[in-house]
């Protein structure tokens, strides 16, 4: 008799495990390496041009497979089909942003002989997490001369890192007894950077030592701060998880994971039928604003570019993308096993089981969702089955317990076909996430086979 229910099942039933954990090394050696959105970016730009890849906006661009930069932080590639754009594109999009610790504008300070920096965090973290950790300062400064700096310290097994202090639990009970929210407040995340104080006559000064250290290695000036870009993240690469190696831990998985394969699915492909672009996007942990974010209008300002160096005169941005279609390449949660209370079992994703199609995202009654039409479902649905890659259908938590938005309401108030999909992680936004490599390695599948497919709706 047949059987009509619906299960999804584990992943590593379907999979090669051996093609699995060789995608999982390519992966792990990106996610340690590459932390912020600039350093994505410059290797996303390197390596696409190494195959050939054209910048959009260099004179004399003719038309060929492009990447476009966008203000240093964001980065699209595309890839020619046999069909001409006007047509429509498949799209994934990806965030290459991740909850952080960014280092404020005018940051040092000294307090009882310890020099800190002044910090702001970025998107959404729990602050006490983040005490105690190694971390590792990455980013930009630009320098009075103009020069600009590009930093990086911590990383290295010789090199020094910053951590975050916290109370001793014999001192703190009134701290232990506050909301967890509370435990630590945002002005308290202030790592230290130095104690060797420099002599000064009658005084010393820790805080004149560090500038001192600065300027002598580096040429930075305390007002070079100003013009900086520099965060603190988690010092180190991603680590095997568990007697089977089946999972990675690692920080930024969220959303980094998505952006890898994404871009390996594209430059994996042969040339299809469609159109094929891979957007890769700053600020979505924070709403998604900027001229680096989603919200901005560089996708028409590149269709549009594109469009005049083809020689196309009568299509518009707005009607290829009318035509388009989009995975929303973001995470999901997968129901933990310590916390299944704020989960709803029968549509929560799980850990293992192949990347998660979620139908809609955002909080309480659907609030920021764009929630996909049925019909896409459908199609999605049946290219994955068609082409046997391991997914499920999933949501994020109860219903009145949570939620989250993703970069999809963005793309289909543009009027693209758009719906989310991406792996399950456990302790999502936490310093170190978890990842399963199945679910790494069916999202890498599941992005392959949609870019390359041919999706039509009827509308």
């Known amino acids: 008799m047949e059987n009509f229910e619906y299960k999804n099942k584990n992943a590593w039933s379907k999979l090669d495990r051996r093609e699995v954990m060789d995608f999982a090394e390519s992966y792990k050696q990106f996610i340690g390496a590459y932390k ?16 050939g890849y054209k910048n959009l906006f260099d004179e004399g661009y003719d038309g060929k497979d492009f990447f476009a930069v966008n203000d240093g932080k964001s980065i699209f590639i595309f890839k020619n089909g046999t069909e001409g754009i006007e047509k429509g594109i498949n799209i994934v999009v990806a965030h290459i942003d991740s909850p952080r610790i960014d280092i404020k504008q005018n940051p040092l300070y000294e307090k009882f002989d310890i020099a800190l920096l002044r910090t702001h965090y970025y998107g959404g973290i729990k602050k006490y997490q983040w005490a105690t950790l190694p971390l590792a300062l990455h980013g930009v400064l630009i ?17 020094p890192v910053f951590v975050i202090s916290d109370l001793l639990p014999h001192l703190g009970r009134k701290q232990m007894a506050k909301p967890a929210k509370e435990v630590i407040e945002g002005e308290a995340l202030d790592p230290v950077v130095g104690s060797i104080p420099l002599k000064e006559k009658d005084k010393s000064s820790v805080k004149k030592a560090i500038l001192k250290v600065l300027y002598d290695q580096f040429g930075i000036t305390e007002e070079d701060f100003i013009s900086s870009e520099l965060t603190l993240v988690p010092a180190g690469g991603a680590r095997d998880v568990g007697f ?19 871009f390996r699915a594209l430059i994996d492909s042969d040339v299809s039928e469609k159109p094929m672009l891979v957007m890769l996007m700053d600020k979505e942990e924070i709403g998604s604003d900027g001229i680096s974010g989603s919200q901005s209008d560089f996708l ?12 196309i005169n009568n299509v518009s ?7 388009s279609f989009a995975l929303s390449a973001d995470v999901n949660a997968a129901i933990d096993p310590l916390y299944p209370d704020v989960f709803e079992e029968q549509n929560a994703a799980k850990f293992g089981h192949g990347i998660v199609v979620t139908k809609f995202t955002g909080s309480g009654g659907k609030y920021s969702s764009s929630d996909a039409s049925a019909e896409l479902v459908f199609a999605v649905r049946s290219l994955f089955n068609e ?16 939620g989250g ?10 009027g693209v076909e758009t719906i989310d999909a991406g792996p399950a992680l456990l302790s999502m936004h936490a310093p170190h996430e978890i990842a399963s ?12 086979v949609f870019l390359n497919s041919a999706l039509k709706l009827k509308r």
């Open 143 to 159: 320098l009075k001369n103009g020069e600009k700096l590009e930093f990086s310290m911590g990383e290295a097994p010789d090199e």
């Open 317 to 323: 941005a707005r009607e290829v993308l009318h035509k």
């Open 437 to 448: 490599k199945a679910d790494l390695y069916s999202s890498y599948l599941a992005y392959k």
């Open 405 to 414: 938005g993703t970069i999809a309401k963005f793309l289909a108030k543009r």
């Open 300 to 311: 028409e300002y590149v269709i549009e570019s594109y469009l005049k160096a083809k020689g």
């Open 244 to 262: 089977d190696r089946a999972a990675l831990t690692a920080y930024g998985h969220d959303d980094k994971i998505c952006a890898y394969t994404a």
């Open 36 to 51: 912020t959105e600039r350093e994505v970016v410059s290797f996303i730009r390197n390596e696409s041009e190494k195959m």
């Open 387 to 402: 082409k046997d890659v391991p997914w499920q259908i999933g949501e994020l938590g109860k219903v009145d317990v949570g």
